[in-house]
């Protein structure tokens, strides 16, 4: 055999820590022989295996060549074309069959081997999932799966561990007879009968080295002697122990019933608070001194710096741009101002299919499609409904002699004429600011385009209230319609630049002036401009934003008008209902204190009981020459299952109170057994049953061991 036809590993250096696994070790297959590695459990085999794959640092000679050398896309190039790795837990596609895994490596160009299969008995494997299957089955499919492969290199871990004594005679002369093939089939393994086949036997010994043992000893396995396991402990005083842990149990559930309370407390009090009063907040910046929203779209129009500085404040919900319009604030100055819509654009129409009525309009404004604010039950499956006010509606019965009574609700359309905005304008309107009318300042002024909708009647809000957040629209005659609903026209007709009307007289037009946009013609100059008017792209003039939490909305005030906003809407005494919620807090901590107090009195009483046993187990099991260690890890395993015994038995008693409960309709104890329930339930189960006990162990092993 060349000298090439070798596996090598060399220069391997391990450590987890403080532990070293491997120093300096090397390693060396030949071609055609089953290599086994032997050692204890926990000595480093299966870590020793994962070199094979590229896992650590190391020299790695495949016949003569470096392939630590390689990069990762060629090192995973290697691995797939030569090798093949069984583990200890083998690993599958858990949602494929074992006939699915072996089509798949058909595909792949593998094929499949009879013998093999009937030897490892494949054929009952095939119909069943990864999962289904034993340990031993597990093992056989996997192995089989790597052998279609036909790989030079082989790699298994522990192949016989899960397999009984026939099935593990024939994975030995599998792989006796695959490496006698011309393949390195390296296995690391305790098994005698796998030590007995091998052709070259390697050892991890204590020296945390591996050698080479070329003798091929047949008395490998050494004399029996006793695991190092920690022992089982069990105390007496059982009778007072369930005693004590029924009435533990009981007091945790006491806790647990004072946490619901307080939570479904606090919940309906936030409700009832959120109730009377909205979250809903109006951010503008005034045009003039007058501190209201004036509802017409006549304050300044906000930019995208301003509305980043609105959606930097915490605790804002939702943030929603919002229009309100009064239908004579942009008469004179829509472009659709002609025939039909000049004389009817402030008119709306009411139909059910059988009354047709109609009536004029004022105020529209807009609102998210996404609340639901009627009052009455009348609902659409179109979210895109309008909202009517109180007031519109009965101006509409008086104006038709109709009674609400005669209109079908559910079916009953508006038709209206809307205007959707598409400029922000300057120079057309203005108001007075002072009280003899000398000082005047231009305010706002939307330039639109009317566009005529057909939708539900959504609702019809109760007599004094609006969906506006203060009350100045309360009374008044509105159409509310989603926003929604004209978004898309506003984005249809939006403008993409400013403009500048010249208004210059001309008493030969019927209109008595004549205007230019943007350019001035040369024979005029700014001496013959009655008017200018600065025309820019529509921007919202006011938002409508939602806080997170009715007890938020000062600090929400106090930060928006601190960044130099309006701020409107319907405002508590947000300290008075914080205040009020921590005195309960607080209530309810001081009981669940003197519970918890009474609950750790009754397991101390019980441990001071138990206290002496304790003290005789540790010095039972100190004389049987285990370690300080392994005794105080004995412990620990007893504290471990006392506490899971305890919050499953917590758990599982509150269960049967809650369907006693349920059955017998006792309203009052009927809560949720929540996620935080059960964790704080083991929570408290861990800290009674295992760090206490922990503690106490501590302080008499000092007291024991000098």
């Known amino acids: 055999m060349r000298w090439f036809n070798m596996l090598e590993i060399k220069q391997l250096n391990v450590s987890f820590g403080k532990k070293t696994l491997f120093k300096d070790a090397s390693f060396c297959a030949e071609c055609g022989h089953l290599t086994v590695i032997k050692?204890?459990?926990?000595?480093?085999?299966?870590?020793?295996?994962?070199?094979?794959?590229?896992?650590?640092?190391?020299?790695?000679?495949?016949?003569?060549?470096?392939?630590?050398?390689?990069?990762?896309?060629?090192?995973?190039?290697?691995?797939?074309?030569?090798?093949?790795?069984?583990?200890?837990?083998?690993?599958?596609?858990?949602?494929?069959?074992?006939?699915?895994?072996?089509?798949?490596?058909?595909?792949?160009?593998?094929?499949?081997?009879?013998?093999?299969?009937?030897?490892?008995?494949?054929?009952?494997?095939?119909?069943?999932?990864?999962?289904?299957?034993?340990?031993?089955?597990?093992?056989?499919?996997?192995?089989?799966?790597?052998?279609?492969?036909?790989?030079?290199?082989?790699?298994?871990?522990?192949?016989?561990?899960?397999?009984?004594?026939?099935?593990?005679?024939?994975?030995?002369?599998?792989?006796?007879?695959?490496?006698?093939?011309?393949?390195?089939?390296?296995?690391?393994?305790?098994?005698?009968?796998?030590?007995?086949?091998?052709?070259?036997?390697?050892k991890v010994e204590g020296a945390l080295i591996i050698d080479r043992d070329l003798s091929k000893e047949k008395n490998l396995i050494k004399a029996p002697?006793?695991?190092?396991?920690?022992?089982?402990?069990?105390?007496?005083?059982?009778?007072?122990?369930?005693?004590?842990?029924?009435?533990?149990?009981?007091?945790?559930?006491?806790?647990?019933?004072?946490?619901?309370?307080?939570?479904t407390y606090s919940a309906s009090y936030e409700d009832k608070i959120n109730s009377v009063a909205s979250r809903d907040l109006v951010v503008y910046k005034e045009k003039y001194k007058n501190d209201y929203y004036t509802y017409y779209s006549g304050e300044t129009p906000l930019s995208q710096q301003d509305y980043n500085k609105i959606k930097s404040v915490s605790h804002i919900e939702r943030l929603t741009w919002r229009y309100d319009v009064h239908y004579s604030t942009f008469s004179e100055w829509t472009d659709d101002m002609n025939g039909a819509t000049e004389n009817n654009y402030d008119q709306i129409s009411l139909s059910d299919g059988h009354m047709n009525g109609s009536s004029s309009i004022f105020m529209l404004q807009t609102y998210d499609s996404r609340d639901d604010y009627t009052n009455i039950t009348i609902k659409h499956a179109d979210n895109k409904g309008v909202y009517l006010s109180n007031e519109k509606m009965e101006a509409f019965l008086e104006e038709n002699n109709l009674r609400l009574e005669d209109i079908n609700i559910k079916k009953l359309k508006i038709g209206l004429w809307v205007p959707i905005p598409v400029y922000n304008a300057s120079g057309?309107?203005?108001?007075?600011?002072?009280?003899?009318?000398?000082?005047?300042?231009?305010?706002?002024?939307?330039?639109?385009?009317?566009?005529?909708?057909?939708?539900?009647?959504?609702?019809?809000?109760?007599?004094?209230?609006?969906?506006s957040t203060n009350s100045v629209g309360t009374g008044n005659p509105y159409v509310y319609i989603p926003s929604d609903c004209?978004?898309?026209?506003?984005?249809?007709?939006?403008?993409?630049?400013?403009?500048?009307?010249?208004?210059?007289?001309?008493?030969?037009?019927?209109?008595?002036?004549?205007?230019?946009?943007?350019?001035?013609p040369e024979n005029y100059t700014m001496n013959d401009v009655n008017d200018i008017i600065m025309k820019t792209p529509w921007r919202p003039d006011a938002y409508t934003l939602r806080v997170d939490s009715l007890k938020n909305i000062n600090q929400v005030k106090n930060e928006l008008e601190r960044l130099g906003f309006k701020v409107e809407g319907a405002f508590v005494d947000n300290d008075a209902i914080n205040s009020l919620i921590n005195n309960n807090k607080k209530v309810l901590i001081q009981f669940i204190a003197v519970v918890f107090i009474l609950l750790y009195g009754f397991y101390f009483y019980l441990k001071y009981l138990i206290l002496r046993e304790e003290k005789q187990t540790r010095d039972y099991l100190y004389n049987m020459g285990l370690t300080t260690k392994r005794i105080d890890h004995s412990f620990y395993r007893t504290y471990l299952k006392n506490a899971l015994i305890l919050g499953t038995f917590v758990w599982i008693l509150l269960e049967v109170i809650m369907i006693f409960t349920i059955k017998m309709m006792i309203i009052p104890l009927i809560m949720p057994i929540t996620i935080i329930h059960i964790a704080l339930f083991y929570a408290s189960a861990f800290v009674i049953e295992f760090f206490i006990p922990i503690f106490i162990q501590k302080m008499i092993s000092k007291h024991h061991i000098r």
Not at 230 to 238: A, G, L, T, Y
Not at 430 to 436: A, F, N, R
Request: charged content about 25%; hydrophobic content about 40%.
């Open 225 to 263: 002697i006793l695991k190092d396991k920690n022992m089982d402990i069990h105390f007496s005083h059982r009778t007072f122990r369930t005693v004590m842990n029924i009435l533990i149990a009981f007091t945790m559930i006491i806790c647990a019933y004072s946490y619901n309370i307080y939570g």
């Open 486 to 520: 004209i978004a898309p026209y506003m984005e249809t007709f939006k403008a993409k630049e400013s403009v500048v009307v010249y208004s210059i007289e001309d008493t030969q037009l019927e209109e008595g002036f004549i205007t230019f946009e943007n350019v001035l």
């Open 39 to 202: 050692g204890r459990s926990g000595s480093g085999k299966s870590t020793f295996l994962k070199a094979f794959q590229f896992a650590y640092d190391c020299i790695y000679l495949y016949e003569g060549e470096r392939i630590d050398t390689l990069d990762e896309e060629n090192k995973q190039k290697f691995i797939y074309n030569h090798l093949a790795n069984v583990h200890q837990i083998p690993l599958f596609i858990e949602g494929m069959t074992i006939g699915s895994h072996i089509k798949q490596l058909e595909k792949l160009g593998c094929k499949r081997i009879p013998d093999y299969e009937k030897q490892l008995g494949i054929k009952p494997l095939e119909n069943k999932y990864p999962k289904s299957l034993s340990g031993g089955e597990k093992t056989r499919a996997a192995v089989y799966l790597a052998l279609m492969r036909q790989p030079e290199i082989l790699i298994l871990d522990e192949p016989t561990a899960a397999l009984d004594a026939g099935y593990a005679q024939t994975m030995i002369h599998i792989l006796k007879e695959y490496a006698d093939k011309g393949h390195y089939v390296i296995s690391a393994s305790h098994d005698s009968r796998m030590i007995q086949a091998a052709d070259t036997l390697y």
């Open 428 to 467: 057309i309107s203005q108001v007075g600011t002072s009280s003899d009318g000398d000082e005047w300042i231009d305010i706002n002024t939307p330039c639109v385009k009317l566009v005529y909708m057909n939708l539900p009647v959504r609702g019809i809000l109760k007599p004094g209230s609006a969906i």
